[in-house]
């Protein structure tokens, strides 16, 4: 899998030439001027730290949860915020607005609006896209959940809206999440929760890659969960799968696990291995939707022994997918708590980012820093 991180570094190399943030571009050899301040910041980066053909990532809050908060819509409304998604990502991925129920609000009607703006906001920002997602059981709207369509009907409806949406960023998403999360944690297919292979059988799920690809044949399309870091009942299923769709020609690219990890739980200590395993099958890999939450001491503030182990956590995580030659995207779940979906679904349990509430930086965006920087120069 090695030509894979080869071949994706000139297009970094492009996208990296662009500058960050409007009025940061440095200025060309005949300005004469001394390097600004800012330029030695840039080093400090999460993505200028990581080695080429190496993508950093965050989810771009908004939609979701948010909708629930008495805060605007974080993407679009906070200047600090936006600053630090130019700065710091390669790439990006909507956190819910390219799901069905924020794309296709009604059945004859579209709202890209908000995926538009991440997408072009990605583009200025030399930043990559990771779609998110086409195939799913959860945030379906209510016209197709509780519609009453003949299976005809269905078929038809996934293939238009993948067809739309698809076609619409042609060229410009780096990877799909396909399928997100279609077995449960014994490794069974979800044929009740999910509507699609409910009422079309299993088999749309290859159909939907096709469309995909037909769509946009250069983007890489992947299987997305969750609890498939270690080599389990649920990440064999995966595999067993994507065997078969692969030598069937399935436009199967990539596996990739989600990582909302606990200190509650020990570190998967073999996402490595599992990863290599993907790996050998010829397909790329990722870490898409790293967090690592916590149980909040009283004061609500953790102590430091927390935040170290919180930053191993996300240490490991990287590190083994910078040692797994096809994994090039390495996301996390949103960099600040101020946004964090961790405190909104788990009592009790927060502080699972790598930045504060204030945007101040904890062990683990030095601990991830550092580890990047020391691949870049392996
Ligand atoms: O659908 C209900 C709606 O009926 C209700 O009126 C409304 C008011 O409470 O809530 C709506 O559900 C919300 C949902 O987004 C749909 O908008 C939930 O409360 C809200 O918590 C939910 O949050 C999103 C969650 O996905 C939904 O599964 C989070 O913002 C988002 O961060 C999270 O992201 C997922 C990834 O997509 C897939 N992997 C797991 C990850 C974390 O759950």
Redesign the pocket.
């Given at each position: 899998m090695r030509s894979l991180r080869f071949a994706t570094a000139a297009v970094a190399a492009v996208a990296l030439s662009v500058p960050l943030v409007a009025g940061t571009a440095t200025a060309g050899p005949s300005a004469g001027r001394q390097a600004a301040p800012h330029s030695e910041a840039r080093f400090d980066r999460l993505r200028s730290a990581a080695p080429e053909g190496f993508y950093v990532g965050t989810?771009v809050a908004g939609?979701?949860?948010?909708?629930?908060q008495d805060y605007p819509d974080p993407f679009t409304s906070d200047k600090e915020y936006r600053k630090i998604l130019g700065r710091q990502f390669s790439s990006v991925s909507p956190?819910?607005q390219m799901k069905w129920?924020f794309l296709h609000p009604e059945r004859d009607r579209y709202d890209f609006k908000a995926a538009d703006a991440i997408v072009a906001f990605a583009e200025r920002h030399g930043q990559v896209v990771r779609g998110?997602?086409l195939l799913w059981h959860?945030?379906n709207p209510a016209w197709l959940e509780q519609g009453d369509f003949s299976k005809e009907e269905l078929r038809a409806i996934l293939r238009e809206h993948i067809t739309t949406v698809v076609g619409r960023y042609a060229g410009r998403i780096q990877q799909w999440d396909v399928a997100?999360e279609i077995f449960d944690d014994r490794g069974t297919l979800r044929t009740q929760d999910n509507i699609w292979i409910r009422e079309l059988g299993p088999g749309i799920v290859a159909d939907a890659f096709r469309w995909v690809h037909e769509a946009d044949p250069k983007a890489k399309l992947f299987f997305n969960d969750?609890g498939v870091e270690s080599v389990n009942a649920k990440s064999n299923a995966y595999y067993a799968l994507t065997q078969d769709l692969l030598a069937q020609g399935v436009p199967v690219h990539g596996f990739s696990v989600?990582a909302?990890l606990s200190t509650r739980y020990g570190f998967p200590g073999d996402l490595e291995q599992n990863l290599r395993r993907f790996d050998a099958l010829g397909l790329e890999t990722a870490v898409t939707?790293l967090d690592v939450r916590m149980d909040l001491p009283e004061s609500g503030v953790p102590t430091d022994a927390q935040q170290k182990q919180q930053a191993d956590y996300y240490r490991r995580a990287l590190s083994a997918c910078l040692a797994v030659e096809g994994c090039n995207s390495f996301t996390i779940?949103g960099f600040t708590d101020k946004y964090s979906?961790v405190p909104?679904?788990f009592q009790g349990e927060g502080s699972a980012t790598v930045m504060t509430e204030e945007f101040d930086r904890k062990p683990a965006f030095y601990a991830l820093r550092s580890t990047l920087k020391a691949a870049r120069e392996d």
């Open positions: 989810a939609g979701g949860h948010h909708l629930e956190e819910n129920e998110h997602t959860s945030q997100n969750y989600q909302h939707e779940w979906w909104v679904f």
